[in-house]
């Protein structure tokens, strides 16, 4: 129910079967997902994009960049809220928690405490999940603060770095109870390392809520296993934006296959979106 007490629109399976309309609320928290990756856990990444592919916009006095109304809705943002719900970890970025303290970043991290979720929170319990998952921090520069409340809600927290990273950012890291793991051996951490270190912590189902840059390290090295991709109908344009992954040319690129897609269809007051889920396939080069 929507806080006016109406029954939200239900979406339209298209695709592999084009069917009866179904329920928005539920419809990730219920479909199976695997548990086990290429490397260890399942590890999926999920955004929302316009048609000519913008994932955010800068903004036009601080030119920082975000996700913004005209790009993302409260639909795709229950269907990000309902596939936190199914990870044992979800992996963030530095950049996450630098823009956290700035007040620019979307949300604190699911999953929200607000009602219209609670009852993501309560389905955790009931299958014998803690009520929030755990914290990967992907970070190169440790340049970031962790959010006390990660802790007082209980959650274990990685910060995941190259072997670079200053001993002093660890220590405060730590200090704030973090375990900080130096997984690869440059600056930057790869893909692969993030998945099996995570995949030695236990997990089996780790969830990307970061951005395009993350996102392309998981693919150049073959370990990104699922995306969730939401499409808005619309077009917004702008010159300073982001798109689902940046970074150098992948090669060879990361081939998609389509597992499930449904249509939001548009209102009087809103555009349409559609609703997509893919496997990736890696190709040998
Ligand atoms: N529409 C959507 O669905 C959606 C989804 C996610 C994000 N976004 C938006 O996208 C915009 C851009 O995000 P972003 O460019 O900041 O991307 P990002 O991929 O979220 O974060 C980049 C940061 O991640 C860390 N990082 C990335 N790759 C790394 C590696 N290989 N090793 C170690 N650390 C690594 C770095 O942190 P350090 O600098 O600390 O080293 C880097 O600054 C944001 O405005 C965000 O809100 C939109």
Do not use: K
């Amino acid at each position: 129910m929507t806080d006016t007490g109406e029954q939200p629109a239900p979406v339209h399976p298209l695709y592999p079967d084009a069917g009866s309309p179904v329920p928005l609320q539920r419809l990730y928290l219920e479909a199976p997902l695997p548990d086990q990756g290429r490397f260890g856990p399942w590890i999926y990444g999920n955004f929302v994009a316009t048609l000519d592919g913008r994932i955010a916009l800068a903004h036009p006095e601080t030119g920082r960049l975000g996700v913004t109304e005209s790009i993302g809705d409260a639909r795709d943002w229950r269907l990000f809220q309902e596939l936190a719900a199914r990870a044992d970890v979800l992996i963030t970025s530095g950049r996450y928690l630098r823009d956290l303290r700035l007040g620019t970043a979307q949300d604190v991290l699911p999953l929200s405490s607000r009602e219209p979720f609670a009852d993501l929170l309560e389905w955790r319990v009931r299958h014998g999940y803690p009520r929030q998952p755990d914290v990967a921090v992907l970070s190169a520069t440790l340049d970031f603060q962790l959010p006390e409340a990660l802790f007082r809600q209980g959650r274990r927290v990685t910060v995941l770095t190259g072997a670079l990273a200053g001993d002093e950012a660890v220590q405060r890291h730590e200090q704030d109870g973090a375990r900080v793991i130096r997984v690869s051996s440059g600056d930057a951490v790869d893909g692969g390392d993030v998945a099996r270190a995570l995949g030695d912590m236990g997990y089996r189902r780790a969830y990307s809520v970061t951005g395009p840059y993350v996102l392309h390290a998981l693919m150049r090295a073959g370990a990104l296993d699922g995306l969730f991709l939401t499409q808005r109908h619309r077009i917004v344009g702008g010159e300073h934006y982001s798109t689902i992954t940046e970074g150098p040319v992948l090669t060879p690129p990361a081939d998609l296959r389509l597992q499930w897609l449904y249509l939001d269809a548009a209102t009087e007051t809103a555009p349409g979106q559609q609703f997509a889920r893919f496997s990736l396939e890696y190709r040998p080069s």
